[in-house]
C-alpha cells in the first residue's frame, strides 16, 4: 500500500528533471545542455580559488559582518553593529552577503559566493534575452563573451557593488525587450524593469539610471499600440522604478537622525546629498566635497595638502583619476579589462542596425540592437568623458551590453552570410577584434608572449575564411567562424585565468596580470601617486621593495604582483583563529607596512585608505578583553583602517570621518562625550590619522589631535592605541 503513492509522484519529478535537460520541445537537442554546461563552467570558474581574496573589500566586508548581527545595520548599511557611520552607497548589495554570513557565519566564502551566483544569474538572464529573438547560438556566445569578460570575472568574485548592479540592470534590459514585443502583458514587463532598476539604484545611487534615456526612447519609439497607451505604460514602469528606489530613500531621510547612524559620504548627513553631491554629480564634473584628490585637484583643502613634507601627491595629466575623452576605455589601464571586443560590438551595432533599417517600426531585432547599443554607448560616454572618481572596475557595466552586441550582431550577419557586404562585415569584427588583442598583449610583452601572435595569426585567418567559405559551404563556415571566436576569446581567456588564480583585496583592484591583491599596473594609473618615499621607506616605516621607495622596473611587484613575503604585514598573528582572516584563507585582512594599493603605497602602514590594516595575535586579544564593558572596541579615522580591526575581533569598531576620514562623524564634541559616557575603549594610531578629502570636515584631524595630547599611548604588537581611559 505505501508503493503506490511513491510510484505516482516518481513521473512529475522525472518529467520535470526531463524538461530540465531537454528544454523546450522546439528547440533542437543541444540547446539546453549547452546553456547549463555554459552556466556550470561559469560559476566553476568564479568559484576557483575564491578565498584567495579573503575579505576582498574590507570597507564593505565590514558593512556585510554588521548586518550580520545586526537588523538595524543590516537596513541602514552600517559599517558596524552599533551603527555610527554608514557605507557611502545604499545597502542593496550588502543585503545578500548579510543573509549568506547570517546563516552561515563569517568568512571569505559566505560573503563572496552570492556575488558569484550574481555572476551566473547575469550569464543566465543575458543568454534568455538574447536567444529568445536571436536563437540559442546567439544567446550561448553572448554568455560566454561575458562570462570571460576579465572585468567581469573580477567582479562576480568581488564584494563591491557592481556585481548586483550589473545583474539587475541586464533584468532591466531583459524585461523591456519582453515588452517591447507584440503582446498584452507589455506593462507588466515594463513595471518588471521599474523594479529592476530601482533596486539597481538601491546598489549604487545614480548610475543605475544611465540607460534610462535609451530605453524609454525606444520604447517609445518601437512598441506596439498607439502612442498614448505606450506613453502610459512607460509612466506606470517608471513609478513602479520611484517606488522600488524610494521606499527605502524616504525612511532613511524620514528617520530622526539622532536615532540612526550617520550617511557615510556626506557632509550633512543627508542621503539625497550622497546621492545628488558626492555619489553624482560629483562623479561627472569632478566636483566631490571630501574625497580624497577633489576629483583630481590639488590645492587648498586636498590631499596633497595634509601630507608629510617628501609625500606630496603629484596630480598627473588629465586630473585625479585619469585623461578623459574617447580613448579612455582603451587606454593602457582599462583597456584590458573591458575592451578587447569593444570595436567588434560597435562594428555589430552598425552592422545590425543597416541590415534591419528598413524593418517596421515595431521591428524586435532591431529594437534590440537599438536598446543594447543606446545602453553601451550611454555608459561609455559617460565613463569616458566623467571627470571624478573612476575606477576600472566600473567597467563591468558595459560588459552586457558588448556581450549582447557579440551575440546578436554575429547572429544577424550570420544569417546574411551569402551577401558580400554581410561576410565582409563579419569577417572585419574578426579582424579588428584580432589586431585590438594582438594590441593589448602587447602591453605585457613578457606575459604570453606567443599567445599575442597566435591570435593575430588565428584571427587573420578566420578573417579571410569568413570572406569565402561560408558563402561555399555551411560547415566549413561554422569552422572558420568557430576559429574567429576562439582566437577573439583567447585574450580575454588569458586575462581570466589570471584573475581568478590571483587574490585581490582593498578599494582598487584590477583583472589580468599585475591586479592580484587590489595592486594596478603602474603609477596610480594616471591618478594622484607618491613620490619617493625619504630615506626610500613607506609612511608607516616598511622599505619599499628595490630600496628606494619606488616600484621596482615597471610598477610591478616581484613575482606575482604580491608583496613580498606573501603580503603578511608584522606579528605572529598569522595563524587560524586569530580572527584576522578568513577562515582557511591564510591571508591577513590587510597589507602590512609597505603594502601596495593600486600602484601606491598605502598612507599609513598599519593601515591605510585603499586596503586596512594587519591586525596581529596580541592587538586582537587586546581589544577583545573587556570587550563587553564597550559600545566600540575601538576608533579608528578612515573605514579602511576600522574594518580591519572589526573583522579581526568580531567586535565594532568606530570609522571616524567615513571612507575619507572627510566626514563630521563623529564632531570633537560628540567624540569627547562618547569617550566621557565609556563607550569607546581604544583608539587606533594610524599614519592617516591627520587626513581628510578635499573640501571635506576636519573633524577627524581635531578628534587625532585632543587624542594624542590627551590621552597614554599603548603598542600592542604591530599595533598601536591610545587608551581612552587612561589620560596622562
Request: glycine share 16%; aromatic share 10%.
Amino acid at each position: 500500500m505505501t508503493t503506490a503513492p511513491t510510484a505516482v509522484h516518481a513521473a512529475p519529478r522525472t518529467g520535470r528533471l526531463a524538461r530540465l535537460w531537454r528544454g523546450r520541445a522546439e528547440d533542437a537537442p543541444w540547446v539546453r545542455p549547452a546553456f547549463l554546461a555554459l552556466l556550470a563552467a561559469t560559476a566553476l570558474l568564479y568559484l576557483w580559488n575564491l578565498s584567495a581574496s579573503g575579505y576582498a573589500n574590507s570597507f564593505y566586508s565590514a558593512a556585510v559582518q554588521a548586518g550580520s548581527e545586526s537588523w538595524k545595520a543590516f537596513f541602514f548599511g552600517s559599517l558596524d553593529a552599533a551603527n555610527a557611520i554608514t557605507v557611502d552607497k545604499p545597502p542593496a548589495a550588502l543585503w545578500p552577503m548579510a543573509l549568506s554570513v547570517r546563516l552561515f557565519g563569517l568568512g571569505s566564502w559566505q560573503i563572496l559566493v552570492p556575488e558569484v551566483l550574481m555572476g551566473a544569474g547575469t550569464v543566465a538572464v543575458l543568454y534568455a534575452a538574447v536567444r529568445r529573438r536571436f536563437g540559442a547560438g546567439a544567446g550561448l556566445i553572448a554568455g560566454a563573451v561575458l562570462a570571460l569578460t576579465p572585468v567581469a570575472a573580477l567582479m562576480f568574485r568581488f564584494n563591491n557593488p557592481d556585481a548586483l548592479l550589473a545583474l539587475l540592470m541586464t533584468v532591466a534590459v531583459y524585461c523591456v525587450l519582453r515588452a517591447l514585443e507584440r503582446e498584452p502583458g507589455g506593462a507588466k514587463w515594463l513595471v518588471g524593469a521599474g523594479v529592476a532598476l530601482g533596486f539597481a539604484f538601491l546598489a549604487k545611487t545614480l548610475q543605475a539610471f544611465l540607460i534610462l534615456p535609451p530605453l524609454a526612447l525606444v520604447y517609445v519609439a518601437c512598441a506596439p499600440g498607439g502612442f498614448v497607451r505606450r506613453l502610459g505604460r512607460l509612466a506606470l514602469g517608471g513609478l513602479a522604478m520611484l517606488v522600488s528606489a524610494g521606499w527605502w530613500v524616504a525612511l532613511v531621510e524620514l528617520w530622526p537622525a539622532s536615532s540612526r547612524p550617520y550617511v557615510g559620504g556626506s557632509q550633512h548627513n543627508s542621503f539625497l546629498e550622497l546621492t545628488f553631491g558626492y555619489n553624482g554629480l560629483g562623479r561627472i564634473n569632478g566636483d566631490e566635497v571630501g574625497s580624497v584628490g577633489g576629483g583630481g585637484r590639488g590645492g587648498p583643502g586636498g590631499m596633497t595638502e595634509n601630507l608629510p613634507a617628501g609625500m606630496e601627491m603629484p596630480v598627473r595629466v588629465g586630473g585625479g583619476w585619469g585623461e578623459t575623452g574617447i580613448g579612455r576605455m582603451f587606454n593602457d589601464q582599462v583597456g584590458g579589462q573591458i575592451s578587447w571586443l569593444l570595436p567588434a560590438a560597435l562594428l555589430l551595432l552598425l552592422a545590425g542596425l543597416v541590415v534591419t533599417w528598413r524593418a517596421p517600426r515595431t521591428d524586435t531585432a532591431r529594437s534590440a540592437f537599438l536598446v543594447w547599443g543606446g545602453s553601451l554607448l550611454t555608459t561609455l560616454a559617460v565613463f569616458s568623458f566623467m571627470a571624478g572618481i573612476f575606477h576600472e572596475y566600473y567597467t563591468v557595466a558595459l560588459a552586457p551590453y558588448l556581450a549582447a552586441l557579440i551575440g546578436t550582431g554575429a547572429a544577424v550577419l550570420w544569417e546574411e552570410r551569402t551577401r558580400w557586404p554581410a561576410s565582409a562585415a563579419l569577417a572585419a569584427a574578426v579582424a579588428v577584434t584580432a589586431w585590438w588583442a594582438w594590441t593589448l598583449l602587447g602591453r605585457t610583452p613578457d606575459w604570453l608572449p606567443w599567445l599575442r601572435w597566435t591570435v593575430l595569426v588565428a584571427g587573420a585567418v578566420a578573417a579571410l575564411g569568413l570572406l569565402f567559405a561560408g558563402r561555399v559551404d555551411r560547415r566549413l563556415g561554422l569552422a572558420v567562424a568557430g576559429l574567429g571566436l576562439a582566437a577573439g576569446l583567447a585574450g580575454p581567456l588569458a586575462y581570466t585565468v589570471v584573475t581568478v588564480n590571483a587574490g585581490h583585496q582593498g578599494s582598487i583592484v584590477t583583472a589580468g596580470p599585475g591586479g592580484a591583491m587590489g595592486g594596478g599596473r603602474g603609477p596610480m594609473n594616471g591618478r594622484v601617486a607618491f613620490g619617493p618615499m625619504p630615506g626610500g621607506q613607506n609612511p608607516g616605516g616598511g622599505q619599499a621593495p628595490g630600496g628606494n621607495g619606488q616600484m621596482p622596473g615597471n610598477g610591478q611587484m616581484p613575482g606575482n604582483g604580491q608583496a613580498p613575503g606573501n603580503g603578511q604585514g608584522p606579528g605572529n598573528g598569522q595563524g587560524p583563529g586569530t580572527g584576522q582572516q578568513p577562515p582557511g584563507t591564510g591571508r591577513p585582512v590587510g597589507g602590512g607596512p609597505g603594502s601596495r594599493q593600486a600602484g601606491m603605497y598605502v598612507v599609513g602602514g598599519p593601515g591605510g585608505l585603499l586596503n586596512g590594516a594587519s591586525v596581529d595575535t596580541k592587538a586582537r586579544e587586546a581589544l577583545l578583553k573587556e570587550a563587553d564593558d564597550y559600545t566600540w572596541v575601538a576608533a579608528a579615522v578612515g573605514a579602511q583602517n576600522a574594518a580591519s580591526y572589526q573583522l579581526a575581533t568580531g567586535k565594532p569598531v568606530m570609522a571616524i570621518g567615513g571612507f575619507n576620514g572627510s566626514d563630521p562623524s563623529p564632531t570633537l564634541d560628540q567624540f569627547k562625550r562618547y569617550v566621557a559616557e565609556g563607550k569607546i575603549h581604544y583608539f587606533v594610531s594610524s599614519d592617516r590619522m591627520q587626513m581628510g578629502g578635499a573640501g571635506g570636515s576636519s573633524a577627524s584631524s581635531e578628534i587625532s589631535a585632543w587624542v594624542t595630547a590627551t590621552f597614554e599611548k599603548v603598542t600592542v604588537g604591530s599595533s598601536t592605541f591610545y587608551d581612552l581611559t587612561e589620560r596622562k
